[in-house]
């Protein structure tokens, strides 16, 4: 069980730090993103933190806010030393 947690731990982090990588990329602070997305600063601080399991529509917004594709994203979370092509459980 210990093992699992920790695995969706790192993926998440993972998630969030391809998200972080790319809004800072472009410059966008996490209230532009937040504002670009629609969602609140605070939201968008807790994802790139690996704190928040986002649903599938949060993800698109957020992939569209950086105008880019969901695929995109998830590739840059998978070139990530901490993503596991595990299956999360």
Known sequence: MQKSKQ??????????????????????????????ADLHRTHITDIEGGLRNIS???LLRIANGLDCTLTELMSDAE???GFDKGVAS
């Open 56 to 58: 599938f529509l949060t």
């Open 79 to 81: 070139s990530l030393d």
């Open 7 to 36: 695995h969706r731990k790192r993926v998440l982090r993972s998630l969030g730090t391809a998200i972080r990588n790319r809004r800072v990329d472009q410059y966008l602070s996490q209230q532009e993103l937040g504002i670009k």
